[in-house]
């Protein structure tokens, strides 16, 4: 259920709430490209990326900032899902690593504290939906 919102490039607003509109150029592979506009109240209004590595086996999404009127230059992460007993349920643990250039007038912790925001804001996000998800497929009639 994770995997099915995290793989899906052409659609990364279905969980990440800064992002109000996605348009990607091409097929979903490997160099695809996509234009996303961001919400207000970030410094930014879009942001262009490129998809490095979409791995279905192993569950790993890996895309690059390469451009975009924002200050995360040079911008790369990889998000991966790994299957884990959580409380005693089932449930998948997210990674997301990142690596990013530090704007002129910032510091290393000033920027890796404003992804690392960023990131546990859509990895939240990510946990509400998917949960919710998870709830309605629970609660969907079986058909005998």
């Known amino acids: 259920m994770v995997w099915s919102l995290v793989r899906r490039f052409d659609q990364p607003q279905k969980y990440k709430p800064f992002i109000s509109r996605c348009v990607v150029q091409g097929n979903l592979e490997i160099g695809s490209l996509r234009e ?3 919400k207000s109240g970030l410094p930014a209004t879009t942001s262009t990326e490129r998809l490095e590595l979409l ?5 790993i999404l890996s895309i690059r900032i390469i451009g975009g009127d924002h200050r995360l230059k040079n911008y790369s992460s990889i998000i991966s899902l790994h299957p884990e007993i959580i409380e005693g349920r089932p449930g998948t643990l997210v990674i997301e690593s990142f690596v990013v250039d530090v704007p002129e007038g910032n510091t ?7 992804v690392e925001a960023l990131i ?9 939906v998917s949960e919710g998800l998870a709830v309605q497929d629970r609660t969907e009639p079986i058909d005998l």
């Open 120 to 128: 546990k804001c859509n990895l939240k996000s990510l946990a509400d």
């Open 36 to 38: 996303v506009d961001v």
């Open 108 to 114: 290393k912790d000033e920027t890796c504290y404003f």
């Open 55 to 59: 791995d279905d086996d192993e569950h």
